[in-house]
């Protein structure tokens, strides 16, 4: 019934489930209220209501397991590499045992010259978990690259639901009502930040814009 589920989440991001990602499911879902936040700093909040809100962090420096798609949909490119990272967390590495899963994975995507829509490739990274972080499993999948990713100062606000190109871009469209004119983030590459698997329907997601240096 679980994989049956997540086949029928797959089918709306229109990506096919293999058959060998039922072991990756369930020792997700056993595993599922064990989950290693990413550490970082508040530096401050902003706004008094929901809709208005967001806040400023700081992330140091850590290791990630990075992978790269380029499908033709945005969902479809996160799909396939929240796969790969599953069994990779799951099984797929140099110690042959489950990981931990940490929170958020994170999504890097950039906006075509224009600003209107997505470009296809997106890097999607998954924090390794403290007791992993100063010796990084090697993972099985030449596809999967663990990297040293730098500190990163960020202006984050929450919204829930479905991540497709169309959401995002609205997301982007109002933070920046919201912020006003400035030059202190950058634009053009932003962070999808996801905090539930694809299966939950209103998952808890942030849009982070990056600060600059």
């Given amino acids: 019934r679980l994989f049956a589920h997540w086949e029928a989440v797959a089918s709306t991001h229109r990506v096919n489930l293999p058959r060998d990602m039922a072991g990756p499911i369930a020792q997700m879902a056993r595993h599922r209220h064990a989950r290693e936040p990413v550490p970082y700093v508040s530096l401050s909040q902003h706004g008094k209501c929901e809709a208005a809100a967001f806040e400023e962090r700081q992330y140091p420096a850590g290791k990630w397991a990075c992978v790269t798609m380029g499908e033709p949909m945005y969902e479809q490119s996160i799909s396939m590499s929240f796969m790969k990272l599953m069994r990779y ?11 931990g899963m940490t929170v958020p994975v994170l999504n890097e995507i950039r906006l075509t010259e224009e ?23 090697a993972p099985m999948d030449p596809e999967i690259h663990v990297t040293e990713r730098a500190p990163l100062r960020v202006l984050t606000r929450v919204f829930y639901g479905m991540t497709t190109e169309e959401t995002i871009l609205r997301e982007i469209s109002l933070f920046w009502e919201l912020l006003g004119p400035t030059d202190t983030v950058l634009r053009g590459t932003y962070i999808v930040a996801s905090y539930e698997n694809p299966s939950v329907p209103q998952r808890r997601n942030e849009i982070w814009f990056i600060c600059r240096p």
């Fill in 115 to 137: 600003g209107t829509e997505l470009e296809r490739e997106v890097l999607t990274a998954y924090y390794l978990p403290g007791e992993f972080q100063q010796n990084p499993p």
């Fill in 89 to 99: 967390i799951c099984k797929e590495n140099s110690v042959g045992c489950h990981l």
